[in-house]
């Protein structure tokens, strides 16, 4: 793998600055691409948690990725499509295959009776059923191992590669005054308090960009509580994973930072604050099964800043 840790490729590689003509918009960019390069996919996970009790999750908006699910959510057009989860029928398929195999080798004679055909059908049904199940019992009892099988991150996959979406492309570089990148995967979590995004890059698109920055998200404040939010404070969370192709999976550096209130800073494997501290992971995946390789602790480093 080339991505290595001393070569610092996370440093202030998130920037968050409140918009000067917009107070009530906070405008997230993804900085240092030509260090991001090298990898063949980076993923930007962010929450944010206001502290004041006044502001609910209904009260600010991730833009423009709100907009999206709630656009797919109600059979609109978007630039965004869900996933469609097709593991479960790959499961369906093998109990069926294997209730054919179990009739070829114990009964061949009723191999294309009635009976046996509706008894591949209904496996294979029941297998798309049964899949959901063991999928959260997987989930479940790996979650305290060094090898997990884990749920999906991404739910929602970009229609690119058509002529509007390079129009669009030029419309938001002229809204936003930068490049603009859309991730190629996402997604958007409302809870009550707390949004959080999910962003999957693949370095294919960002290899072109003559800018060493772009823009990724919009963070829009109720302006009525914008003076709560900024006063109380609020916690503002990163994740970054820097991914490499490796040995048929994926090699990943994963870094953790936040800004409480004024703080930055991150939790250490025991749940401490460490402040000016950076949380990292080193892990392998194969698709949804990940190994949690090794952690660690960068003291007085800097992941995100935020200018206000």
């Not at 906070?26 to 004041?52: A, N």
């Not at 294309?112 to 591949?120: K, L, W």
Request: include cysteine.
């Amino acid at each position: 793998m080339n991505i290595k840790l001393e070569d610092g490729i996370y440093r202030d590689v998130i920037r968050v600055k409140k918009n000067p003509a917009v107070p009530d918009i906070y405008d997230v960019e993804l900085m240092h691409l030509d260090r991001l390069k090298q990898c063949d996919s980076v993923e930007c996970h962010i929450i944010v948690y206001p502290y004041s009790r006044k502001i609910l999750s209904k009260h600010f908006e991730f833009n423009p990725y709100e907009e999206y699910v709630n656009d797919i959510a109600a059979n609109q057009k978007s630039a965004y499509s869900k996933i469609k989860d097709s593991f479960k029928n790959v499961f369906g398929l093998f109990l069926g295959l294997l209730i054919t195999v179990i009739f070829f080798i114990f009964k061949p004679v009723d191999l294309f009776t009635v009976e046996s055909i509706v008894s591949v059908i209904g496996a294979y049904f029941v297998g798309k059923e049964l899949w959901d199940d063991i999928e959260n019992l997987l989930i479940d009892i790996s979650k305290d191992w060094r090898v997990r099988y884990l749920d999906r991150y991404y739910y929602y996959r970009l229609e690119k590669n058509t002529t509007l979406s390079l129009y669009s492309q030029l419309a938001k570089k002229r809204r936003y005054g930068q490049a603009v990148v859309l991730p190629e995967l996402m997604d958007f979590i409302q809870k009550s308090n707390s949004q959080t995004i999910r962003m999957y890059f693949h370095m294919k698109d960002l290899k072109n960009f003559e800018e060493n920055s772009a823009h990724i998200l919009s963070i829009r404040m109720n302006s009525e509580l914008m003076t709560d939010f900024e006063q109380e404070g609020y916690m503002f969370g990163v994740k970054l994973s820097f991914n490499k192709g490796f040995l048929g999976g994926v090699r990943s550096l994963e870094f953790f930072q936040s800004m409480d209130k004024d703080l930055k800073g991150c939790l250490d494997a025991t749940g401490e604050w460490v402040k000016e501290g950076i949380f990292y992971r080193d892990t392998f995946s194969l698709g949804r099964l990940k190994y949690f390789r090794s952690t660690g602790l960068l003291n007085n480093e800097s992941l995100l800043s935020i200018k206000r």
